[in-house]
């Protein structure tokens, strides 16, 4: 089988209709390349320490030290079967299980609750 030699693909190829111009100079009102007037303006606003990496807890360790104050086996164990159980709220992030401080302080809320008949 002969193979036929690579072509290399270039912009030109494309039709013009079917990609959007992302050029900044086809923006209506810029006749320059400068782009200070194309950036992104967040639609949430951002407050330090109130952001989901703040939030989020990512491994058994992390959630143990959250809930025990303790990263040990038997503490680690013990969030791995509680979240597979159902128990407390979390799930898995590749081979990590991950959770949040506000979900987990919630559920043990509930926990505490249920435990006292309110």
Do not use: C
């Not at 407050?47 to 104050?69: E, K, Q, R, T």
């Amino acid at each position: 089988m002969v193979s036929s030699p690579r072509r290399r693909v270039r912009l030109d190829d494309f039709d013009a209709h079917s990609e959007p111009d992302l050029n900044p100079r086809a923006i209506p009102g810029s006749n320059s390349g400068d782009v200070s007037h194309v950036a992104l303006t967040p639609t949430v606003a951002v407050v330090p320490g109130d952001s989901l990496s703040s939030d989020l807890l990512i491994g058994a360790a992390a959630i143990s030290v959250f809930i025990f104050g303790d990263s040990s086996w038997p503490m680690r164990k013990r969030v791995y079967r509680w979240i597979a159980e159902g128990v407390l709220p979390g799930g898995r992030l590749g081979g990590q299980l991950v959770s949040t401080k506000s979900k987990l302080s919630g559920a043990i809320d509930a926990l505490i609750s249920a435990a006292k008949g309110e």
